[in-house]
């Protein structure tokens, strides 16, 4: 019987080593890129969620009826069963003129939404500023209202009107198990996050800390509700221009029956100015002919559209085919009417021929 040399018994050793050495670095290296892969996925994921839900406020906040820039409380503490109860997606009802909590659930059904959820199987969760409450007779909500959320740590950011959190598993000693611990903030936040103080916390998720945030700034809401005003305005000087083939003049900034607690029969067109706010009246008492502005317009934005229209625009013959004086651009078209909606946007009103 023939025997390998023991130097052949040596090379087969090294190369077995070499070999199981290639396939754990290899297997190691498909390991580490596919738990990345899988990270960089459920990260993805959530940002989408979280988006998806920021999108949904900002809607809800654009189109309300009553208080446009408003927001509904939290889901957390109001119990009437087989109506409105703990984590069922429905919108807290109010306390007397306040959410009952200004941190909670993000009210889902409320937004129209389905049941979203972060990475680990967790509804969302939402703080409100309540300056931004939907209680239209309590609140006014135009480009001056401030938001009274901050953020801090990781991203520093002020003026903020709502917060949706993924809470993540639990972690350290939270516990969520029944209706108490499911209800309670501090299960599911941490930190300052938890305390629902007006004051919240990003930072990189540790052992004692999974909180994954998305915000809304004062600048969110507005940009959007400002289109909404214009858009209104606009509207409404086009049904007037239609039916009048003119427009009124400026009321004077410094008429007081223009602000929100003013007389509502006054707020007139000044007889001489061109630039100011946008009238009330055309007459005492009268409103504007063909044209209805909405209730939270009046008690919301009049104090904060600039109004300027060409002379040329205000008497007869029509102004559509005249040389217009010249007025402020807003950068859209030669204005015949000019808009200042509040202080971050500008806008053109086009008008139609009557």
Not at 171 to 177: F, M, P
Not at 235 to 255: K, R
Not at 305 to 330: K, R, W
């Amino acid at each position: 019987m023939r025997h390998c040399p023991a130097h052949i018994h040596r090379n087969r050793g090294y190369i077995a080593i070499v070999l199981i050495a290639v396939i754990c670095t290899t297997g190691a290296t498909w390991l580490a890129t596919s738990l990345g892969a899988l990270r960089n996925e459920r990260e993805r994921n959530l940002a989408a969620v979280l988006a998806h839900a920021k999108k949904a406020l900002l809607a809800r906040a654009t189109v309300d009826s009553s208080l446009p820039g408003s927001l509904p409380c939290p889901d957390l503490i109001t119990n009437i069963p087989g109506t409105n109860v703990p984590d069922d997606g429905i919108a807290d009802l109010f306390a007397g003129i306040n959410c009952p909590s200004y941190i909670g659930r993000l009210p889902w059904r409320t937004l129209g939404l389905a049941d979203l959820r972060d990475h680990d199987g967790e509804r969302l969760w939402y703080a409100l500023s309540p300056n931004f409450r939907d209680y239209a007779s309590q609140v006014l909500i135009n480009d001056t209202t401030a938001g009274t959320l901050s953020l801090s740590g990781a991203s520093t950011l002020n003026n903020v009107v709502a917060i949706v959190f993924a809470t993540g598993a639990p972690v350290g000693s939270q516990t969520r198990a029944g209706i108490a611990n499911q209800n309670s903030v501090t299960n599911y936040l941490e930190g300052p996050n938890a305390a629902g103080a007006g004051t919240f916390i990003a930072r990189p998720a540790d052992a004692a800390f999974n909180d994954r945030l998305t915000t809304i700034t004062v600048a969110d809401v507005i940009s959007f509700v400002e289109r909404r005003v214009a858009n209104q305005i606009t509207v409404g000087l086009n049904h007037h221009f239609v039916a009048n083939s003119v427009l009124p003049n400026a009321a004077l900034v410094t008429d007081f029956s223009c602000q929100p607690h003013g007389d509502p029969d006054l707020c007139l067109p000044s007889a001489t100015t061109m630039a100011g706010f946008l009238p009330r009246n055309l007459t005492p008492g009268a409103g504007w002919l063909g044209t209805t502005f909405p209730g939270w317009f009046n008690a919301n934005w009049r104090t904060s559209v600039g109004y300027m229209v060409a002379p040329e625009c205000t008497s007869l013959p029509p102004c559509l085919n005249t040389t217009f004086s010249a007025v402020t651009d807003a950068g859209i078209a030669t204005p015949k009417v000019t808009l200042v909606i509040g202080s971050i946007r500008q806008h053109t009103v086009r008008i139609i021929a009557p």
